[in-house]
């Protein structure tokens, strides 16, 4: 078995494989896409210590470091169950194999949901963002629309209205859902329109990037258009559980519960980043919950019985 086996290859995993790798145990790291969400980045401007890079670049920067040390890459390899017993903590493979370790760190990561309306897709990257800490700056002083109306949305839409020239909320629902205090704020703020029963029917653009969005007003059926040049879409990060539901407790949005150190309900079993109840999600925070992890399962290890 593995002293410490890692589920999920994304920055929480790779920081949590070099830290457990480096108090020589053995450490296996398996994952269905190594480097995460990462791949899908474009810009990456807010990891501490690099001024900016690539998403892919850093996904192999990450692979690399990993590499340096005796760690076992099992990658490709989807998880579909985690099985805890007496001693080990066994994980089942979709191929039918399966993997066991003394210690076991999930970190499965998160997906934004999307919208699925023409143009999303397309533009991704170049138009349309998901992540306002990450890609508000590129939108400065231009026109964004914000998708969502619910907390993610409305803080964003205030986050942005910061930075950005004007920003338009669409809600789809007849009322905001975001907690009153924020929906106070920002309806505050002169530069911020807001537009609910609108549902997002297609993000325009020139074939390159975001020219603007269309939506229909659900009352009257009408279609209209706002040009812009940029869509934040907030309406959820979904977490990579449905694995593991019923057997780990989990938040009402479906994130593993995890404590300061990322342990979980389930001894020996840790967790870490976007996966997690961790209040933000970015890839400098998801680095060092994977150290936490890491360090708690060696703590956790060397406090256990000798076998
Ligand atoms: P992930 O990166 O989601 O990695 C999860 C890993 O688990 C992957 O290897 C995945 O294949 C694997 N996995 C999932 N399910 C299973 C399973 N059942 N079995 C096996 N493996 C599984 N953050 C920033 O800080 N700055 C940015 O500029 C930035 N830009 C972003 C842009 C985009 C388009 C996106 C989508 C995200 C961006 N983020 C950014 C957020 C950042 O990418 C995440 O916070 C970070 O990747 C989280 O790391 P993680 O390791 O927790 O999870």
Known sequence: PYDVLIVGGGPAGAAAAIYAARKGIRTGVVAERFGGQVLDTLAIENFVSVKETEGPQFATALEQHVKAYDVDIMNVQRAEALVAGDKLIEVKLANGGVLKGKTVILSTGARWREVNVPGEREYRNHGVAYCPHCDGPLFKGK???????????????????????????LEFAAELKADAVLVKKLKSLSNVTIITSAQTTEITGDGKKVNGISYKERETGEVKHVELEGVFVQIGLV?????????????????????????????????????????????????GAGATAALSAFDHLIRSSVD
């Open 143 to 169: 026109r964004v629309s914000v998708i969502g109306g619910g907390n993610s949305g409305v803080e964003a839409a205030i986050d942005l209205a910061g930075i950005v020239s004007h920003v338009t909320l």
């Open 239 to 287: 977490p990579n559980t449905e694995w593991l539901k019923g057997t780990i407790a989990l938040s009402k949005h479906g994130e593993i519960e995890i404590d300061a150190r990322g342990q979980t309900s389930i001894p020996g079993v840790f967790a870490a980043g976007d996966v997690t109840t961790v209040p933000y999600k970015q890839i400098v925070i998801a680095v």
